[in-house]
Every structure is written in C-alpha cells, then in structure tokens.
C-alpha cells in the first residue's frame, strides 16, 4: 500500500480553512481520484505537539492510500495542477508532501 501524505504546517501567522478543505476540497478529491485508483483517505485535525502542551507543528494531515506507487503516479500526474490551484482556497502558506510505503 502507498501513502501520500500532505501535511500543512502550523507556522506562526498561517491560516487553514477547514470547512473549505472538508467539504469542496474533500469532494474534489474523491471526483478525481477515485476512478483513478484511490482505496480511502483519512485526514488528521492537529491539536498539539510534543512535549505534551506544545503547540501543533501541523493544521492538518491528509492522507490518500493507493494500492500500488505506479497507480499513484498515474494518479497525481493527471491531476496535480487541479490539486495545486484548488490548495490556495484553503492552505495559503503550502503544504509538505511525502509518499511512503505502509510496512505495517
């Protein structure tokens, strides 16, 4: 299983708007990906960091799970300017990607 995590920093000044990323970015990525190959995603609200009662390094994690890196791959590459665009409308400070393989 491959993982693609997108995570959106919690740095001072910076904004997230969940009930954009909820509700129409959710919806668009579902309408994307879904047919190209996307087995579920899960989404990860920060409420702190560590050592217990520091702040959140992070608003939000999503992550989308696809069988194989190949369908992945497919995947993002025909949509990536869709995703990248829509990102403004609700993470304007960016975001950090990583894709891993789940070992467990």
């Given amino acids: 299983?491959?993982?693609l995590s997108v995570m959106y920093p919690a740095a001072?000044?910076?904004q997230f708007h969940w009930d954009y990323y909820l509700n129409q970015h959710l919806q668009l990525a579902?309408?994307?990906l879904d047919p190209r190959g996307l087995v579920r995603i899960e989404i990860d609200r920060g409420i702190g960091g560590f050592p217990p009662g520091a702040s959140t390094p992070y608003h939000a994690i999503g992550h989308l799970y696809?069988?194989?890196l190949d369908a992945m791959q497919s995947a993002l590459s025909a949509t990536a300017a869709q995703f990248i665009e829509d990102e403004k409308k609700y993470a304007p400070s960016g975001s950090v990607v990583m894709i891993s393989e789940?070992?467990?």
Avoid: A, C, E, Q
């Fill in 102 to 104: 789940v070992v467990d």
């Fill in 66 to 68: 696809f069988r194989t």
């Fill in 30 to 32: 579902h309408t994307l």
């Fill in 12 to 14: 001072p000044g910076s």
């Fill in 1 to 3: 299983m491959i993982k």
